[in-house]
Nanobody, 124 residues
Framework: QVQLMESGGGSVQAGGSLRLSCVAS????????MAWFRQAPGYERERVAT????????YYADSVKGRFTISQDNTKNTLYLQMNSLKPEDTAMYYC?????????????????WGQGTQVTVSS
């Protein structure tokens, strides 16, 4: 059974940094669309970043461009999200997601596999 396990969330002040990790088991990150989504209370789950290593395609939401970096380590079957210059509006539960369908989707329903989420809280 495919499992995705996130870690790295926490509480930081505005301007700080965090690195989220997502370890995939029974799944090969280099052959899949891997994504980070986030969901704040009262809001829809939104895509933050996507990577498909097979074509070198990377996507970022406008709200995080220049501040967040998505990457993966195929040897560790791990997806990362480096988050710099964090803002209070980045506060949310962050989820790792994966799917094999191409092109990489933008919606929650485009991804069949999800982690349990890791909380990121940014204070002003």
């Amino acid at each position: 059974q495919v499992q995705l396990m996130e870690s790295g969330g926490g509480s930081v002040q505005a301007g700080g940094s965090l690195r989220l990790s997502c370890v995939a088991s029974m799944y090969t990150v280099r052959t899949a669309c891997m994504a980070w989504f986030r969901q704040a209370p009262g809001y829809e789950r939104e895509r933050v970043a996507t990577i498909y290593a097979g074509f070198g395609n990377i996507y970022y939401a406008d709200s995080v461009k220049g501040r967040f970096t998505i990457s993966q380590d195929n040897t560790k079957n791990t997806l990362y999200l480096q988050m710099n210059s964090l803002k209070p509006e980045d506060t949310a539960m962050y989820y790792c997601a994966a799917d094999v369908a191409l092109p990489c989707g933008s919606r929650r329903n485009d991804y069949n596999y999800w982690g349990q989420g890791t909380q990121v809280t940014v204070s002003s």
